[in-house]
Every structure is written in structure tokens, then in C-alpha cells.
């Protein structure tokens, strides 16, 4: 268990439709990242936040975004849903943004299914 | 933006050292190595960073080329446990200071008994 949390598990959903994924950090760290992996495409990042600002930004579309709150949680909005959404989303931890606090604790993932 | 390219697949027997390459011959000079796993469908695991001293933790060595163009990641004594999807990530800094990861394709490690 890394101690990242994944809420829900399992989502499905109908396409053109909005879902949010939450993501609760380890506790005390200050970073949290968000992935998609999809059966071909692999692991994709998408956006890094680092204690409520964005950091780093990876090819996440527009109709996806996210954000960090006070209490370090972070969600993820997708919207105007396709079928090629359907993917798992993980979101990861670290304590800081560079390279020496940066290592990564992921969660189990929420799997995002859009029929 | 810095590219990683790894083999697809890879065998090793069990207790053999697994020697995993990987090619990242347009980083950059501040840019740093990163290597993680996936078993299954899990959350990927950390295993080991640098940027251009070899290193070594207690789950494997990163051995950087001196040019920087490529990595190695070293399990010394592979078990069936490391059956597994390693991935090579460079993280690449931009000039707004921001930076983001990129990922390769992975290797899919099969430790044979």
C-alpha cells in the first residue's frame, strides 16, 4: 500500500458525459501527479500540481482538467467524454518537485469506462 | 523534446543479473533519468533516478553512459518477483522552468524460472 488513495475504484460512464477521479496524497507530501493509461498508448502523463500550484504539464487535452486544494487532495475533471477516454487514471505523490524529493508513490488507479 | 526508446521485450533467467537499456540520446544537460515498474495493472513503483553519476539502491544500479545518450538499469539477482513492465522517463525542463515527464514504451522483463 503506498498510502495514495483512488476514489472510485471503477467508474462507467456514457460518452459527452463530465466524472470526476480524486486523489488523496500521502501524507505530508506536497506534489501530486496525475496519469492516463490506456491499452495503446501506454503511460501518459498528464499534469503535476505542487501544494495548490500547477507545475509540470504533460499532453493532457483540453477537456480535461484538474486541480489541487488546500488540503493537498487533488481532483480530476474530464468532460464531453469519448470513447477513446476509456482508460486507467493514476495519480501519484511526492514529497517535492525536484529531482531529489520527487519520487513518485502512486495510487491503485481508478479504471474509466465511457460506452 | 527528449525521447526514450527501449526494447519491447526482454527474458532472464532467475538469479541472473537483468541488464535493461534504454536510449535518450537528445537530453539534455539538466535533464534526469528515471526508472520505474509496473506489475500488471498496478500503480508503477519507483526504482532508481540520476542524472549522470552511476548509482546504486538496494533494488538496482543505474549506469549513465558519459555521454549521456543512453542508461542501463541492473536488477543483480532477478527473481520471479521482477516480472514486470520497466519504464525509462526523462524529465525534461523547459524554459518557463516548468518541466514535465516523458515516458517510453517500456520493456516487459519476463524472469524465467
Known amino acids: 500500500d503506498s498510502g495514495v488513495t483512488q476514489t472510485p475504484k471503477h467508474l462507467i460512464t456514457a460518452t459527452g458525459q463530465r466524472v470526476t477521479l480524486r486523489c488523496s496524497p500521502r501524507s505530508g507530501d506536497l506534489s501530486v501527479y496525475w496519469y492516463q493509461q490506456s491499452l495503446d498508448q501506454g503511460l501518459q502523463f498528464l499534469i503535476q500540481y505542487y501544494n495548490g500550484e500547477e507545475r509540470a504539464k504533460g499532453n493532457i487535452l483540453e477537456r480535461f482538467s484538474a486541480q489541487q486544494f488546500p488540503d493537498l487532495h487533488s481532483e480530476l475533471n474530464l468532460s464531453s467524454l469519448e470513447l477513446g477516454d476509456s482508460a486507467l487514471y493514476f495519480c501519484?505523490?511526492?514529497?517535492?518537485?525536484?529531482?531529489?524529493?520527487?519520487?513518485?508513490?502512486f495510487g491503485p488507479g481508478t479504471r474509466l469506462t465511457v460506452l | 523534446d527528449a525521447k526514450t526508446t527501449q526494447p519491447p521485450s526482454m527474458d532472464c533467467a532467475e538469479g541472473r543479473a537483468a541488464n535493461l537499456p534504454c536510449n535518450h540520446s537528445t537530453i539534455s544537460g539538466n535533464e534526469y533519468v528515471y526508472w520505474y515498474r509496473q506489475i500488471h495493472s498496478q500503480g508503477p513503483q519507483y526504482i532508481i533516478h540520476g542524472l549522470k553519476n552511476n548509482e546504486t539502491n538496494e533494488m538496482a544500479s543505474l549506469i549513465i553512459t558519459e555521454d549521456r545518450k543512453s542508461s542501463t538499469l541492473i536488477l543483480p539477482h532477478a527473481t520471479l518477483r521482477d516480472t514486470a513492465v520497466y519504464y525509462c522517463i526523462v524529465r525534461v525542463g523547459r524554459a518557463s522552468g516548468t518541466y514535465k515527464y516523458i515516458f517510453g514504451t517500456g520493456t516487459r522483463l519476463k524472469v524465467l524460472a
Open positions: 501519484a505523490s511526492s514529497v517535492g518537485d525536484s529531482p531529489s524529493t520527487d519520487t513518485q508513490y
